[in-house]
């Protein structure tokens, strides 16, 4: 079955950089596209970044753009997602998830499967 599993989340100054890692199974990774999404208390959860499944294309939140980079590697079934200079606002649990339509990339709906989430603290 499919499994998502996200790690490397934790406390880090304003400032700041984390790498977040989701080690994908049960499917063929390459095929498909993958995002990351994020939800702080009391919010709907938000887009963050995707990449096709080639690794070509990229597309970033205009919050995040410049801050954090997406990548993976299709021979080890992983995407991450590079995060520097954080911010307060980045505070949340981050989602790494499956997509199967580029066109689908920014909305929740766009993807049919997720991991259980990590969480990010920004603070001093």
């Known amino acids: 079955q499919v499994q998502l599993v996200e790690s490397g989340g934790g406390l880090v100054q304003p400032g700041g950089s984390l790498r977040l890692s989701c080690a994908a199974s049960?499917?063929?990774?390459?095929?498909?596209?993958m995002g990351w999404f994020r939800q702080a208390p009391g919010k709907e959860r938000e887009f963050v970044a995707a990449i096709s499944g080639t690794g070509q294309f990229t597309h970033y939140a205009d919050s995040v753009k410049g801050r954090f980079t997406i990548s993976r590697d299709n021979a080890k079934n992983t995407v991450y997602l590079q995060m520097n200079s954080l911010k307060s606002e980045d505070m949340g649990v981050y989602y790494c998830?499956?997509?199967?339509?580029?066109?689908?990339?920014?909305?929740?709906?766009?993807?049919?499967?997720w991991g259980q989430g990590t969480q990010v603290t920004v603070s001093s």
């Open positions: 049960g499917y063929t990774f390459s095929s498909y596209l």
């Open positions: 998830a499956r997509g199967s339509s580029w066109y689908a990339r920014t909305t929740a709906l766009g993807y049919d499967f």
